[in-house]
């Protein structure tokens, strides 16, 4: 089992990630937005599937690798890091589409194709299988146990994380949306303060790997 102390540090690391801008937290605002709290949880809910699916498919994965190619360990923390900085510069990009523009002409859909749609749009998107890949080998160590156990123990985690703060998003996605809209320099402060934690865990992740 991951020791407390690295599975703290991989919680504060997997909440920053969760508010970064993407396709699903894009999605899931748009969603509540247009269509009401109900849509966004259904459409949540399709999306911690998805996070399931390539949790499977990544703890299987890690296994194999890490423990039959010597040098897999270090290539996937350099992948980690420099998928981190590229994170941090979308947060900043002003071409990226902002974290709570979120879409108001979706149409509205009943609960299965909400529901398919959240796992489709978790399911097909890249980040989170580079995301896993990437940064779970961060927090693995052989003698921390199974590094199978290990990554079911950090994708049940990063699911907890991520359902959690979606979940309030949706509940609140209209106000947050109107007060972000009305307050320009806080989405501003947003993005740099994302950014500036993304290049923080970048440099520790390279610094770790140098030792």
Request: proline fraction near 5%.
């Amino acid at each position: 089992m991951i020791p407390i102390q690295e599975l703290l540090l991989f919680i504060l690391a997997a909440l920053i990630l969760v508010i970064t801008p993407g396709p699903n937290m894009i999605y899931l605002i748009s969603r509540s937005i247009t269509q009401g709290r109900k849509a966004g949880l259904i459409s949540l809910a399709g999306i911690i599937t998805g996070f399931l699916f390539h949790v499977t498919m990544v703890s299987v994965g890690l296994t194999a690798v890490l423990l039959t190619i010597p040098f897999a360990y270090t290539t996937l923390k350099m992948l980690g890091v420099v998928y981190l900085l590229y994170l941090a510069f979308q947060a900043v990009n002003p071409k990226n589409q902002g974290f709570f523009e979120a879409r108001k002409d979706l149409k509205e859909d009943n609960p299965k194709k909400l529901f398919s749609m959240g796992f489709l749009t978790s399911v097909l998107n890249p980040k989170i299988a580079v995301f896993y890949l990437s940064f779970f080998p961060q927090f693995i160590k052989p003698e921390f146990g199974s590094v199978f156990i290990q990554s079911l123990q950090l994708g049940i985690t990063q699911m907890m994380v991520s359902f959690t703060v979606n979940f309030m998003i949706v509940i609140s996605a209209a106000k947050i949306s109107v007060w972000f809209g009305a307050n320009p320099f806080w989405v501003k402060i947003q993005k740099w303060f994302m950014a500036s934690v993304l290049t923080g865990l970048a440099v520790r992740m390279a610094l770790d790997k140098a030792k």
